[in-house]
């Protein structure tokens, strides 16, 4: 596969990765006021969102340490601006 093509790939490999990881997140805190055990929520929830990511990493790594290292850069440029979101005026999300 083309080297610029790979990269790419990896790059939106590790934002998907982040919007998986960090909606998850996001669903499990909007949950957590009405849940019976909240700890085991947070908890499972935690230990699933890190094992699918790692899996998902480790799939990407599988093309080199350049590819994990776009992987990378993808999951936490979508956490940049997902904090920028949030402390922007106009968050716009409920």
């Not at 790939?9 to 998986?20: D, K, M, Q, R």
């Not at 999951?75 to 999300?93: Q, T």
Request: hydrophobic content about 55%.
């Amino acid at each position: 596969m083309n080297e610029s093509l790979t990269m790419a790939l990896s790059l939106a490999s590790g934002i998907f990765l982040g919007i998986f990881y960090f909606g998850g997140l996001w669903l499990t805190l909007k949950r957590l006021s009405e849940s019976r055990q909240p700890a085991l929520l947070t908890l499972a929830s935690f230990l699933m969102r890190s094992a699918l990511c790692l899996f998902g990493f480790y799939l990407v790594a599988g093309h080199g340490l350049e590819a994990l290292a776009f992987c990378l850069a993808g999951f936490v440029a979508l956490k940049f601006a997902l904090i920028y979101r949030m402390n922007s005026p106009h968050k716009g999300v409920d």
